[in-house]
């Protein structure tokens, strides 16, 4: 169980790391759309993807509470790993570390990499591939005919627990993510260790933050790629009277760290899967 002082703690930290990205790149949003001439190369990954059905969700954040409707559509079963990401750069040397432009990635891109196409040592191939910019991560998608999946496919995935579709109004539902959440060097973990939730989708939550194709679509005025934000201060953490649910704290992490986002910053525990449109009229569910 986690405690009232421990979410603050956690709040503080999102918020402060908001207010210094924000500060740190000030004249640079990274926003920049991505114009190049060179065609993106399948690297053939092998991941399963599952049906969701789609449905409807209250969204965490806006005065209005209307439910919205979230049609039908496919998404990873686990995030892309370091393995999948490492035949990408092979297969598309202009998403190399010591080639990307710094428009699409921060200095912090694959940091940890020793080598352009040399995973860490101690990496395992299998675990989720972080320190991937929003850029970086739309090119691995195009480039497997795919998509990053958006917010609200991800949030209505991440409604569910392991039994049923949506469990966000059990209290152990949000203390138990927000204690994954507190968990240090989770994303060095391979994937899909625990079990998956009532979709089949594994690691939600215990492993790392996940890029949305429109992940600063809450705090943006206009389209989430223009980078105008409101002078409300949302992307400092300053606003969660604006939440529908003030109580889901772990939901509150999730939107006030995209919320400090910009396409081409890269952090240490921030990842991405892949989605896709259907139009599927049934699927098997559990």
Same mark, same amino acid.
């Given at each position: 169980?986690?405690?009232?002082?421990?979410?603050?703690?956690?709040?503080?930290?999102?918020?402060?790391?908001?207010?210094?990205?924000?500060?740190?790149?000030?004249? &640079?949003? $990274?926003?920049?759309?991505?114009?190049?001439?060179?065609?993106?190369?399948?690297?053939?990954?092998?991941?399963?993807?599952?049906?969701?059905? $789609? *449905?409807?969700?209250?969204? /965490?954040?806006?005065?209005?509470?209307?439910?919205? +409707?979230?049609?039908?559509?496919?998404?990873?079963?686990?995030?892309?790993?370091?393995?999948?990401?490492?035949?990408?750069?092979? %297969?598309?040397?202009?998403?190399?570390?010591? =080639?990307?432009? +710094?428009?699409?990635?921060?200095?912090?891109?694959?940091?940890?990499?020793?080598?352009?196409?040399?995973?860490? &040592?101690?990496?395992?191939?299998?675990? #989720?591939?972080?320190?991937?910019?929003?850029?970086?991560?739309?090119?691995?998608?195009?480039?497997?005919?795919?998509?990053?999946?958006?917010?609200?496919?991800?949030? /209505?995935?991440?409604?569910?627990?392991?039994?049923?579709?949506?469990?966000?109004?059990? #209290?152990?539902?949000?203390? =138990?993510?927000?204690?994954?959440?507190?968990?240090?060097? =989770? +994303?060095?973990?391979?994937?899909?260790?625990?079990?998956?939730?009532?979709? $089949?989708?594994?690691?939600?939550?215990?492993?790392?933050?996940?890029?949305?194709?429109?992940?600063?679509?809450?705090?943006?005025?206009?389209?989430?790629?223009? *980078?105008?934000?409101?002078?409300?201060?949302?992307?400092?953490?300053?606003?969660?009277?604006?939440?529908?649910?003030?109580?889901?704290?772990?939901?509150?992490?999730?939107?006030?760290?995209? *919320?400090?986002?910009?396409?081409?910053?890269?952090? %240490? &525990?921030? $990842?991405? =899967?892949?989605?896709?449109?259907?139009?599927?009229?049934?699927?098997?569910?559990?």
């Amino acid at each position: 169980m986690f405690s009232t002082f421990r979410i603050y703690i956690l709040i503080a930290a999102v918020a402060l790391f908001a207010c210094h990205k924000t500060a740190e790149d000030a004249n &640079n949003d $990274g926003t920049t759309e991505q114009h190049t001439t060179t065609p993106l190369q399948n690297s053939h990954p092998t991941v399963n993807m599952v049906y969701i059905p $789609g *449905g409807e969700y209250k969204p /965490f954040y806006g005065s209005d509470t209307a439910l919205v +409707q979230v049609p039908p559509f496919l998404i990873d079963e686990r995030a892309v790993t370091n393995e999948e990401f490492l035949a990408f750069v092979k %297969a598309n040397p202009q998403w190399q570390r010591s =080639r990307v432009k +710094q428009v699409y990635a921060d200095s912090n891109y694959l940091k940890l990499w020793p080598g352009d196409t040399t995973l860490p &040592n101690n990496a395992d191939p299998e675990a #989720p591939v972080c320190d991937i910019s929003w850029f970086a991560a739309k090119a691995y998608a195009k480039s497997v005919g795919k998509r990053l999946p958006t917010l609200d496919e991800w949030e /209505f995935v991440a409604m569910a627990d392991e039994k049923v579709a949506n469990a966000r109004k059990k #209290p152990e539902y949000s203390n =138990r993510i927000v204690d994954l959440y507190l968990q240090k060097d =989770r +994303q060095f973990k391979a994937v899909k260790k625990t079990a998956p939730n009532y979709w $089949g989708v594994y690691n939600m939550f215990d492993l790392i933050w996940e890029w949305t194709d429109d992940f600063n679509s809450v705090m943006a005025t206009e389209d989430s790629r223009v *980078g105008e934000y409101d002078d409300k201060g949302l992307f400092c953490a300053g606003s969660a009277t604006s939440a529908t649910d003030v109580l889901n704290y772990a939901a509150f992490m999730r939107f006030a760290l995209r *919320g400090s986002l910009k396409a081409n910053y890269t952090v %240490a &525990n921030l $990842g991405f =899967r892949c989605a896709k449109d259907s139009n599927a009229l049934a699927a098997n569910k559990k």
